[in-house]
Nanobody
């Protein structure tokens, strides 16, 4: 059973930075990709960024391009989300997720970490 544990959330002022981490354990196979999602109160969950595990190819939502950077450490089985120039609208619970196949749904999810950006 794959387990994903996020950390690094917290309260930060607008313009500040945070780095989220997601450590994966229990894998007996290689994932295709991992992603960071977020869900704000009253809103649907949305994808923020994803990264292909083998190649390191990345993708970003338009709302975070140029401000957020996703990366991974294959040795530590950890994916990161560096968030700079944070805005109040970035406030949400952030989740990491793991996908085994190249397409389709994400298979495993973390418990989430709260990010709050004050104005």
């Amino acid at each position: 059973q794959v387990q994903l544990v996020e950390s690094g959330g917290g309260l930060v002022q607008a313009g500040g930075s945070l780095r989220l981490s997601c450590a994966a354990s229990g894998r007996t196979f290689s994932s295709w990709s991992m992603g960071w999602f977020r869900q704000a109160p009253g809103k649907e969950r949305e994808i923020v960024a994803d990264i292909t595990w083998s190649s390191g190819s990345t993708g970003y939502a338009d709302s975070v391009k140029g401000r957020f950077t996703i990366s991974r450490d294959k040795v530590k089985n950890t994916v990161y989300l560096q968030m700079n120039s944070l805005k109040p609208e970035d406030t949400a619970v952030y989740y990491c997720a793991d996908r085994v196949a190249a397409i389709g749904k994400y298979d495993y999810w973390g418990q989430g970490t709260q990010v709050t950006v004050s104005s």
